[in-house]
């Protein structure tokens, strides 16, 4: 059976929210929260906790929103931003959707068979994901290298 993370980025590895004057750069389509956000957690241990996953035949994809209302110049530049965030955290993916906010998460992947758990901060995002029973998903609110550690080591899945 194929299994598969599926990672949103700000508020999730990325501290986009807790950038300093994150909103009001973003009202003013600046990719600078986007560029300079640093990492919520130590990303040699996630990463190294990744590679395991991938180890065990686990796929890794980011699904993250651009900024709310944007411009297309701006979901260029945000764009290149994110896809630059995460090769600077050597980020282990395998697959990239980096789609215009609102877009529903579970259409990005729904092509890819098997197990899909989501990691996302946004618990109507989760309620929303948790409808299908190949999917499950991890309250990135709490630690996620715990719950990513747990799931790997208990097997359920």
Known sequence: ????????????????YGYNRW???LRAESDEPYVNA????????????LEMYKACGWRIVVVSW?????????DRAV???KMSWLDRYNFPYDEVHLVKYGTTKASCVRRIEGLKVLIDDNAK???GWD??????????????????????TSGEW
């Open 125 to 127: 995002i989760r309620q």
């Open 131 to 152: 409808n299908d029973n190949d999917r499950i998903s991890i309250d990135a609110n709490e630690n996620i290298i715990y719950a990513l550690t747990t799931l790997l």
């Open 1 to 16: 059976m194929e299994k598969t993370l599926v990672f949103d980025m700000d508020g999730t590895i990325a501290n986009l």
């Open 23 to 25: 909103l009001e750069l």
């Open 79 to 81: 764009r290149l931003a």
């Open 66 to 74: 651009l900024a709310k209302e944007s411009t297309s110049d701006y």
């Open 38 to 49: 640093e990492p919520l957690y130590d990303m040699l241990v996630l990463n190294q906790l």
